[in-house]
């Protein structure tokens, strides 16, 4: 017996309470080794358009519908007893005819009278979006065959409810679409039919034992952490020549790919040793969890991977390359900068000199007059005669001689030093997640871990996610990855709605400091949800009751408050936020700055308190030192709200006091 499991019954079984889950998985188990138990109460399931499903016994109400065909067996779905066999009467499972992928397929025909209804008055109302569009071409698309009518009246008030019924391939071929883009065809070739099909594959997990059974039944399904899209999946098996990059908006499954990527590279080779980092502790901790879920059953494997921030990885390595050595933070850095330039008779700005520092001279480890007085700007722009190179390397060099004479390092020069003097690199391959927020001494020390290796180097990012690190060209620190980077447009995590809205804080293009560009159009979100909610008030006191009634909505929906967030930009708002769950009732949900959300997602995010001189920071763009300064800030405070808006998967709630947020503003004024 070939053993599977279907996105839709991990989802299913996600929504069962802990109890009912344990005992769902004990009957996977049973079903597994002995499928003739008569405990199982193993039957046909009456009324079914495909003769295939089964209902399997868990308890007094809750049955398993297995699929079971040609020596199969699938666990497609599990639920309460009713609800099951509904789910079952309504569906069938078909090898699609044109691709050949194995797919769940929603009958035409049960479909709620009234809902078809709907669509075929709206279509009559608008243009159909693809009229145009012949059955083979439909087909190519994985549309099934019944529904190929329905999917031709599609307007653009409807596709998204006429996608929702249909297979992935089929709602992402449709959504490219309306947007544009022509969608990506996948016709089996060799031995890829049905279940081995590449969109069959994102849906269908093969279950090889019991320890990858339980590895499935144990990962929560927002973790997405076993089933892969092509085109995901196309970026973890892949062999590259040099380093590479996968992009995309937030949402798309760049960690997933990173997390897949990480572990892949693990199981080659006994002799491997993969480094899989991210910008911060608290993300590394999460991506650690991640890798323990994705090798569970595979201890070797997951001994080979080491997760942590590079910060950490460096100071580690000092020991072993450089011996003892005292690190010293930005906040001395400054104060160092100001007494040199006051030995130095200067009253150049505190703020200038802290980013030319930064940016430029730990940056790129510059130690010498010469070579700061020819140094392109990377990163900076900004024009600057010789006499003053001159008179800012005095300071920079009396800073320099001070951290030598003391024997003391910055992190920056740590790294820098590492890529140096380090003789037997201790990872055979590096996996960066949040990419758009590495640093250039990060990159050149990446770089000297794994040198020219194949598959060497590995990062996953979003430019529109930058909110930490000022933007550099990465060839200047070694890293061409150009011909070797690629977007992915299918948003798994927040709905189409909220995508959507939260798109319009970014440019539909967004240019690298290389010249390249993310181009972010034809993104689609597979499923719908309710329109985020943007509103501006007289007073913070109106506007935490009404936030507190919106949370109060969320919880009577059943949510859990450990699933709801309310975000602020920083810690001066958080009063308001406290004031808005006490409004709420006190209930537990999570409160947090807009920051420290990077990397996590919520069914219910409420991001309140944007006023005119919250987001962009007011203090922020005092310290503007230059045009470029002053752009940066812009650009990542944007940045910083969007992160912040799309860490919401089903609702989203915007909110400041008047006069508020130009970034909010710009949301009103566009819908």
């Not at 699929?67 to 309504?90: C, E, I, M, P, S």
């Not at 910055?410 to 590495?438: C, N, S, W, Y």
Request: charged share 30%; net charge negative; with cysteine.
């Amino acid at each position: 017996m070939t053993v599977l499991i279907a996105t839709s019954f991990t989802k299913s079984l996600g929504k069962l309470t802990g109890q009912e889950q344990a005992a769902v998985k004990v009957t996977v188990f049973d079903i597994q080794h002995n499928p003739d138990s008569p405990g199982l109460s193993l039957h046909r399931i009456d009324r079914c358009p495909d003769p295939d499903f089964w209902s399997a016994r868990v308890s007094q109400d809750i049955r398993i519908v297995l699929h079971k065909r040609a020596g199969n067996t699938l666990f497609a779905y599990v639920g309460h007893h009713d609800d099951a066999y509904q789910w079952a009467q309504r569906r069938r499972l078909d090898e699609h005819p044109t691709t050949g992928a194995a797919q769940i397929v929603e009958i035409r025909e049960t479909v709620e009278e009234v809902i078809v209804r709907r669509y075929v008055e709206q279509a009559e109302q608008k243009p159909s979006l693809f009229a145009s569009e012949d059955d083979q071409t439909l087909l190519s698309w994985g549309v099934p065959q019944d529904w190929l009518e329905t999917v031709r009246q599609a307007t653009d008030d409807t596709v998204l409810d006429i996608a929702g019924h249909l297979p992935d391939e089929a709602q992402e071929a449709l959504l490219a679409a309306a947007v544009g883009e022509r969608p990506v065809v996948r016709l089996a070739t060799g031995d890829e039919a049905g279940y081995s099909h590449p969109d069959a594959r994102r849906r269908f997990l093969l279950v090889h034992d019991d320890a990858e059974l339980a590895a499935a039944l144990d990962a929560p399904w927002e973790d997405w952490a076993i089933f892969l899209h092509p085109a995901q999946r196309e970026f973890v098996e892949r062999d590259f020549n040099g380093p590479a990059r996968v992009i995309g908006s937030a949402g798309t499954g760049k960690t997933v790919v990173a997390l897949h990527r990480a572990v892949r590279l693990a199981a080659e080779d006994e002799a491997h040793k993969v480094l899989l980092t991210t910008f911060s502790p608290d993300l590394a901790d999460g991506l650690a969890g991640k890798i323990e879920r994705l090798t569970k059953g595979r201890p070797e494997v997951g001994g080979r991977i080491v997760v942590g921030t590079l910060g950490i990885i460096a100071r580690r390595l000092a020991g072993e390359v450089v011996g003892a050595i005292e690190i010293v933070g930005d906040e001395e850095i400054a104060d160092m900068l100001v007494r040199a330039a006051a030995a130095e008779g200067t009253t150049i700005d505190a703020g200038f000199l802290l980013d030319e520092w930064q940016l430029i001279v730990d940056a790129w480890d510059v130690r010498d007059e010469e070579t700061y007085r020819e140094l392109p700007r990377l990163g900076r722009k900004v024009r600057m005669a010789t006499s003053r190179r001159d008179e800012l390397w005095r300071i920079f060099a009396r800073v320099r001689s001070e951290l030598d004479a003391a024997g003391r390092i910055t992190e920056a020069g740590l790294m820098h030093r590492l890529a140096r003097e380090m003789k037997a690199p201790p990872f055979t391959h590096v996996v960066i997640d949040e990419a758009q927020d590495i640093s250039a001494p990060e990159l050149h020390l990446v770089a000297a871990i794994v040198g020219a290796r194949p598959n060497g180097l590995f990062f996953a990012g979003d430019i529109g996610q930058r909110i930490f690190r000022s933007p550099f060209p990465w060839k200047a620190a070694g890293v061409e990855i150009q011909g070797r980077s690629r977007s992915l447009k299918v948003n798994y995590r927040t709905s189409h709605q909220i995508r959507a809205k939260s798109d319009l804080l970014l440019p539909p293009r967004l240019l690298e400091a290389d010249g390249g560009e993310d181009r972010r159009l034809g993104v689609s979100s597979i499923f719908n949800g309710p329109p985020p909610e943007i509103h501006i008030f007289q007073s913070p006191e109106a506007e935490g009751a009404a936030v507190g009634t919106w949370l109060k909505a969320c919880l009577d929906e059943s949510m859990d408050p450990s699933t709801i967030a309310v975000l602020v930009r920083s810690m001066a708002e958080l009063p308001r936020a406290r004031a808005a769950v006490a409004a709420a009732g006190g209930a537990e949900v999570k409160l947090g700055l807009m920051h420290d959300a990077k990397g996590r997602e919520y069914r219910a995010v409420a991001v309140m308190a944007c006023d005119a001189d919250v987001i962009p920071s007011e203090g922020r763009l005092r310290g503007a030192t230059d045009e470029r300064a002053l752009k940066e800030i812009f650009d990542t405070e944007r940045h910083l709200l969007y992160v912040a808006a799309t860490r919401a998967r089903e609702k989203l709630w915007l909110s400041g006091c008047s006069p508020a947020s130009e970034f909010l503003e710009d949301l009103v004024v566009d819908g």
